[in-house]
């Protein structure tokens, strides 16, 4: 059997694609440990996991995307404030980790870059974690000046943590990149390669994380839900209020659920009207799985997560990847994108109608669920693993 360590940012994004793969490894009889934040990684694992803490900088959301900031800027920031610092404060936990727990492959996120540049630097095999397709989609192709300082900014963090001679493009291995996602879906990425494997979603079960109050839903009204993922969560009260005055227009064959993490539309954290229900954490996949439509704001692993059940999107874009998932979830047909900052109630409401009453919509996002599944999903991406640490010895 094979030992395999997982280098994962403090992000539940980037996480929960990792939790199932690790489960479906464990599975199968082999040996698994993680890098991270201890806190997330147990609230989304359990508590029998082997963890080299390592909490990383200690940004607010906010601190990690800001609000106010845009295009370059936002991506200067994004690298400057979190990408570098989080490598930095990783690096230490992931040498000792390789060193002491000894794996045959190490497996790091997209956004960990540490995890592959002190792999590289202690001759360990390593495999990406892509848990967004816009990394592939070569969002800065032809903007020169900034493809040249991210490449510096890689290349200064080689020098400081790993080896300075290495060419390596840390975001992307060349031994083995999991693409939680399908050509189907996202469609020809430019920078994949030949050692890119599309698995889809990870959707495995996950160990229960919050209690939810089953008997509310009414089965004779149609569920939705809606969530701005965890890091965006403080910037949606306005948008989260609008949602929740489409709702209630049609509360007499609606029903929402909606995720609101920052207590935003009711501080004591739950709503318990018989039309909307307002919760800082929700059980997401059981919900999805009796969800007829979902409104958010184009995280990947949101909108993969809703289209491996097959249903059909309201997507309002923040910032980041998120204007790029959106754009592929139209394109598939299987949603209608929003501006975040100037939908109304108004228009989130006609656009839920529309997904709900407009049959190509859900044919859409079920012909993408139909790719998800064959693509595998985390028994692929294990099976892909294994194999590469069957040849890494």
């Known amino acids: 059997m ?10 539940v994004g980037h996480i929960n694609p990792a939790v199932g793969v690790v489960s479906e490894l464990a599975r199968r009889g082999h040996q698994v440990a993680w890098v991270g934040d201890t806190q997330i990684i147990r609230e989304l694992t359990g508590s029998q996991q082997i963890i080299f803490p390592c909490a990383g900088p200690q940004l607010s959301a906010e601190a990690i995307r800001p609000s106010n900031i845009r295009g370059p800027q936002a991506l200067k920031f994004l690298w400057e404030d979190f990408l570098i610092p989080l490598a930095q404060t990783m690096a230490p936990s992931i040498e000792n980790a390789i060193a002491s727990y000894r794996p ?34 070569a969002p800065v192709a032809g903007m020169h000046k900034v493809e040249r300082w991210i490449d510096q900014q890689i290349q200064n963090l080689r020098e400081q943590l790993g080896n300075s001679s290495s060419t390596t493009d840390p975001r992307f291995s060349p031994h083995l990149t999991l693409a939680f996602t399908t050509e189907e879906f996202a469609g020809i990425l430019p920078e994949a390669n030949t ?21 509310w839903l009414d089965d004779t009204r149609t569920l939705v839900l809606v969530t701005l993922g965890t890091v965006n969560a403080y910037a949606g009260t306005r948008f ?24 935003s539309l009711r501080h004591n954290g739950c709503n318990t009207s018989k039309d909307i229900l307002t919760l800082p954490h929700i059980p997401q996949l059981p ?20 289209l491996g059940y097959g249903v059909p999107l309201v997507v309002a874009p923040i910032r980041d990847d998120q204007p790029i998932i959106a754009s592929q979830v139209t394109n598939a047909g299987a949603g209608i994108r929003l501006r975040f900052n100037r939908a109304t109630a108004l228009q989130i409401g006609t656009a839920l109608d529309t997904v709900l009453t407009e049959p190509q919509y859900r044919t859409s996002a079920q012909r993408i669920r139909t790719s998800f599944r064959s693509a595998g999903g985390a028994a692929a991406a294990a099976s892909h693993l294994e194999e590469l640490a069957s040849g890494s010895r």
């Open 2 to 11: 094979s030992r395999f360590l997982f280098v994962m940012p403090p992000l």
């Open 104 to 137: 045959d492959v190490v497996v790091a996120d997209q956004q960990a870059l540490a995890g592959p540049i002190i792999a590289e630097k202690t001759s360990t095999t390593w495999a990406t974690s892509a848990t967004t397709s816009a990394e592939f989609t």
């Open 195 to 215: 050692k890119t494997r599309y698995v889809g979603p990870s959707l495995l079960a996950r160990p229960p994380s919050t209690t939810f109050p089953w008997e």
């Open 240 to 263: 989260l209020d609008q949602c929740q005055q489409a709702i209630q227009v049609r509360r007499e064959r609606l029903q929402a659920v909606i995720a609101d993490p920052t207590n």
């Open 287 to 306: 919900l999805l799985a009796k969800a007829r439509a979902v409104i958010c704001h184009g995280g990947h692993n949101t909108v993969c997560e809703t």
